[in-house]
């Protein structure tokens, strides 16, 4: 267990990116890093795009072998592009990666960020969810504090399951689920330094209580081909002559 300079932490934090920069969080990330960036490392394309923690995005997809990497938030003043995540000024079909990082469980359209996602992903395109995980220390102690509003517990915390079956839903096949760190959630360095035999026996034993879920996906397409069936196809019928009604040299005309 690794840990960095202590940062000065108070009772509350900006955002989840300023979290991140304390001691807590920046273990965590570096848990998560080690965890992304093979997956990163064998992901190529053009594009890729991150909502959510824009600040770190660059230490994030360090290891990312996408040519262009963007960012994405309607407030944040570091991301380059300022847009609502639920309509993305993005073209179908135009985005190898995307990287939904504490965005779904601080949004109240989930489901339109996932549709919209979808929509911008190029056919076998990958998508990372990155959140806390609900089954969890952390979990626990946001379902005590949620109601405080205080980062990092502040929000929805969704369910891998529940997530798998929205995915599952919108056309999204799942590669791999991680579960990273293991810290119990506590701000005071000075009593998690003591804890590493607590960290030890739930990396080892109690792997499902990992305080993020990590959830890669892919988006599938799968080329449907209409097949016409023997009784349904049409036949050309002759068409029948019409008879003229009046008419030279016709009996009625006698």
């Known amino acids: 267990m690794r840990f960095w300079r202590q940062t000065t932490e108070s009772k509350g934090f900006a955002n989840i990116d300023d979290w991140y ?20 490392a064998t992901t ?7 909502i959510g923690c824009t600040e770190l ?38 985005v190898d990666l995307v990287i939904l990082m504490h965005h779904l469980s601080n949004t109240s359209e989930p489901h339109a960020v996932l549709r919209e996602a979808f929509r911008i992903l190029i056919p076998e395109g990958k998508l990372v969810i990155i959140d806390f995980n609900p089954k969890s220390l952390w979990g626990l102690r946001h379902f005590f504090q949620a109601w405080l509003e205080h980062v990092p517990f502040k929000g929805h915390f969704y369910t891998a399951k529940r997530i798998d ?45 990992g305080a993020l879920n990590l959830l890669v996906y892919s988006k599938s397409i799968s080329p449907l ?14 068409a029948k002559i019409a008879r003229p009604s009046v008419g030279r040299g016709m009996k009625y005309d006698r």
Not at 44 to 50: A, I, P, R, V
Not at 71 to 85: F, G, K, V, Y
Request: net charge positive.
């Open 21 to 40: 920069s304390s001691e807590t969080g920046q273990y965590l990330f570096s848990e998560l890093e080690e965890k992304l960036s093979p997956m990163l």
């Open 44 to 50: 190529f394309g053009y594009y890729s795009l991150q």
């Open 57 to 94: 995005a660059a230490d994030l997809q360090n290891s990312c072998r996408v040519k262009h990497q963007f960012t994405l938030d309607e407030r944040a003043s570091e991301a380059q592009i300022h847009a609502n995540p639920c309509m993305l000024p993005v073209a179908s079909d135009s």
């Open 165 to 209: 079956d929205w995915m599952r839903l919108l056309g999204f096949d799942q590669h791999r689920h991680y579960r990273v760190g293991y810290l119990p959630p506590i701000q005071k360095p000075s009593i998690t330094r003591h804890l590493s035999w607590l960290e030890k026996g739930f990396r080892n034993w109690l792997p499902v209580f």
């Open 225 to 238: 081909t209409p097949v016409r069936h023997r009784w349904v196809t049409r036949k050309i019928l002759p």
